[in-house]
């Protein structure tokens, strides 16, 4: 004998289907992963400043952008012929600079007869005569956390031989310029800072 069911408000309980749970776990730890890996990315690598001046001529020309990798002095320091991007003196206030470094801490500079020597030796290949002197027309013996940066085009570039600027200190450094980007006047190639 069959029994008329009738109207029943009792629901039967759905199980949930293990691997469709595991494949909905599997794509939201996927979007997490993505987007903390977009965000570590963007922060360390994403910064762009632009080359303002003619002081980086011919490696970075005018108006040309780079991107800033802030992580690279993380674990170390800049060293000699590092592109790198700075706050002049901290100052919030202004435009990130962009120079090449060319003394490290414990170094001592000086430009005499438009020749720049570091500790005693001169570097007469890497810049034409060098007009001014700057601060540097004395010895400088840079401290723990002081670096000498000066422009590729050094006598076009407000660099450290300028009193308001002086050695660069570390904590001002933001990163090191490592690609550029093409103007758009098309005057910049693109590619890795050299």
Known sequence: MRRNKGLSFYRKRKKVNAAILAEVLKYILGIAISIFLAVVIVYLFGLRTGVIGTSMEPELVNGQEVLVNRFAYKLAN???????????????????????????????????????????????????????????ENEIKLGDNEYFVMGDNCNSSEDSRSGNIGPVLREHIIGEAWFKLGSGDGSGSTGFVH
């Open 78 to 136: 800049p060293g000699a012929g590092d592109v790198i991007v700075f706050l002049p003196n901290g100052n919030q206030n202004t435009h990130y600079y962009v120079k090449r470094v060319v003394a490290c801490p414990g170094d001592t500079v000086q430009i005499r007869d438009g020749v720049l020597y570091i500790n005693g030796e001169a570097t007469e290949d890497a810049y034409d005569l060098i007009a001014d002197a700057g601060i540097a």
